[in-house]
């Protein structure tokens, strides 16, 4: 079995199984329909959710790797992927869109070579568009971690990514 | 300690009042809703804190939003006897200056009074009739408007916000202050489920979700079914530019919850769900907090106020998926499933979560019932329209002067929420369209905007009143790019299940990308058109059925724009870069030099005084020049 798709890195990460199953049976009371958020929180620790967690959890809940595979592909905010070391989340909503939010987009893609989504080569910054993060009066907005810059002028953009090593 | 009568609220709410109203201490209030803090609330937050450390005059609180975002951080400041006063724009930097201000009475330096927004006439909710105004005996302050008359107030009546604001979100003895739970446990005692329903019947509320579907009906119905029933709240709000349920999450929590237990003493249910966003992280830890609160006074839980009902409610939240905002899709959701949505033969309140008779409402459908419950469904009644009763919240965004979140009653016309309460648009760009019901709406011309708020009335222009999303459009905004927008927002969300949201969008975004390119060709509105009425007709949710109609609304009411992008291959908006230039004005231009200052291609070059040169062929339309000058001598061609 290759994990080719899964590892790009090629590291296997490692993973805290006994961490990962106290947390499944006193978080999440070993619930089936907890699923959504016990990939969100593998998903805080690890930065995104390594195939290995993911195949214990199948095993834990007895819910086929196929379903939890679906699950982790159907929802957006779900990396298979590790990321890098700073999330640029760029508003791309509608009160964003309409003051300008590409024109922000397009510039930063171009200034750290890569594309929505992907993550720059040295691992310090991905790229996520969202649809909006409710502080439309702020548009357009940058979220960069937790941190969040509004009414962001594309010549601002260059200062703002430095901050973040 | 349990809470067992209202008789045992009063005695909180009283001392509560006290502290809310008329505090021993200068008692500070600052906004802190993520869009606040976003603004910098927390270090003014923090800078206050520091600076009145050891000085138990004064007391530094939080609270939620009141909602006027544009002029963030807000802060209000009051004491007993003294005129409550609320300021604008207060960065770290400002605020010990402004407190000191206001102990000294030094509201004409002109450090401080270029940030007073207002002072407070009436801080009563329209719950709080049975209490004099606290404000009644002071004398205001000269010079200095009622905050009540400022534009962006005038005309709003709160009952869904009603506490935004003005309380602690995390602090429920400020919610009893604000005759929280007594609706509830008044009904806990004295009504009968039926009676319940009545009443949410009577005051005519429709959901506020998007649908608008009456919800004492579908309580009623829910009720009939037999077996384990649910009540959720759907707080997933999902469409791009609206924050009401947000804003109720992270201000006024309780309001949701005390909702929800009427609605599970009303339908016979003791299972609640909220189902909440997963970008709102501080509603989150809003309701968490909430929902101890509550468990601790015995009004969650078990034997509530020593009766058989009992209720819990679980905090879930989704995962970036527009479309679980759907009813089924969030159901599925809730149960750990990809979220898509079935066909309804069976409706919900029959048959939903966990194949159970489930109701789901929105989080502001609940922030009214306790109003309605408390006031009488006659009160309620009493505002909007007459197939649109109460009101409505609604967060203006876009290109409007005042951006914020708003409520107003239903019935007043759209000219008067952009022009009045928004003050039309910043700086001298034209208005040209507002925007409601985000991927499910449609946009509305200049033309019609004395539409009134109203169910029926925005249907029949082809929109909708959706879930509250409002966004202003000017002269620089592209509807062709609009339309383009939001299917590629669709696509991007559409579950893919059937053919005709799947395709039909894919191909008609084509369509679009076409046209924005400058490769759009005769025929192809009316194949968008065409388009159109198959995905509206026969999608199989509220997503694709949907989804046509920024496309159709667009062209019937801006098919010019549509025809200049095909034909003369022209964007006027300056917005798609294949369709236009930028160029200067040489006689406009004064020769400042800011452009060619800030252009990052080096494109714009001559002498200072002189009027510059914009070399087309190095220029990439990134529409920074457009923006710097301040002469309007960049143009779009
Ligand atoms: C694609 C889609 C997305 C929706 N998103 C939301 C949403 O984010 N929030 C919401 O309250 N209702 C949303 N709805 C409407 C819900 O399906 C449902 O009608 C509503 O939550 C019922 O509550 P109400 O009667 O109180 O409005 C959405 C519907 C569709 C078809
Ligand atoms: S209409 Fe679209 S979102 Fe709805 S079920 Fe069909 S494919 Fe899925
Ligand atoms: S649009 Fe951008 S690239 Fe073109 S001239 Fe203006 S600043 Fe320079
Ligand atoms: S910013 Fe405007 S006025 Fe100044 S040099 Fe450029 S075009 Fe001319
Ligand atoms: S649209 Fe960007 S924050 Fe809402
Ligand atoms: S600042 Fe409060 S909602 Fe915007």
Redesign the pocket.
Known sequence: MSNANTQPTGVEEEIHYLELDQMIEKEFNNDKENLIMILQAIQRRYNYLPRPALSYVSEKLSIPYSRIYEVSTFYSTFSLEPRGRNIISICTGTACHVRGADRIKEHIETSLKIKDGETTEDKRYTLESVRCIGCCSLGPVVKINEDMHGRIATDEIKNVLNQYE | MNIQSVKDLELIKKEYRLKLNLPDTVKVNIGMASCGIAAGARETFNAAKETFADNDSIDICQTGCIGYCEVEPLVEILAKGKPRVMFKKVTSDKIVDIIHGYMDNDFSDKKIKKHILGQIRDPRSLLEEDMANPQEQVDPIEGIPFLEDIPFFKGQVKIALRNCGYMDPDSIEEYFGKQGYIAFLDALHNAKPQEIITAVKESGLRGRGGGGFPTGIKWATCAKHDGQRSIICNADEGDPGAYMDRSILEGDPHSVIEGMLIAGLAIGSSLGFIYVRNEYPLAVKRLVTAIKQATAYGLLGDNIAGTKFCFKIKISTGAGAF?CG?ST?LMASLEGKVG???AKYVHTVEKGFRDQPTNLNNVETYANVPAIILKGAPWYASFGTDNSKGTKAFSLVGKVRNTGLLEVPMGIPLKDIVFSLGEGLPGKKKFKAVQTGGPSGGCIPEALMDTPVDYQQLASVGSIMGSGGMIVMDENTCMVDVARYFLDF?KD??????????EG?KQSLDILTAICEGEGKEGDIELLEELGVM?QRF???????A?PNPVLTTIKYFREEYESHIRDKKCKAGVCKNLFMYEIDEDACTGCTICAKKCPQNAITGTKKEPHVLDQDKCIKCGICYDACKFDAIVIK
């Open positions: 479309v759907e899709a898509r949505p079935k669709l969300e559409s579950c893919g299940q059937c053919n005709p949201c799947r969008i995905i999608s199989l949710c509220g997503l694709g059925t989804a």
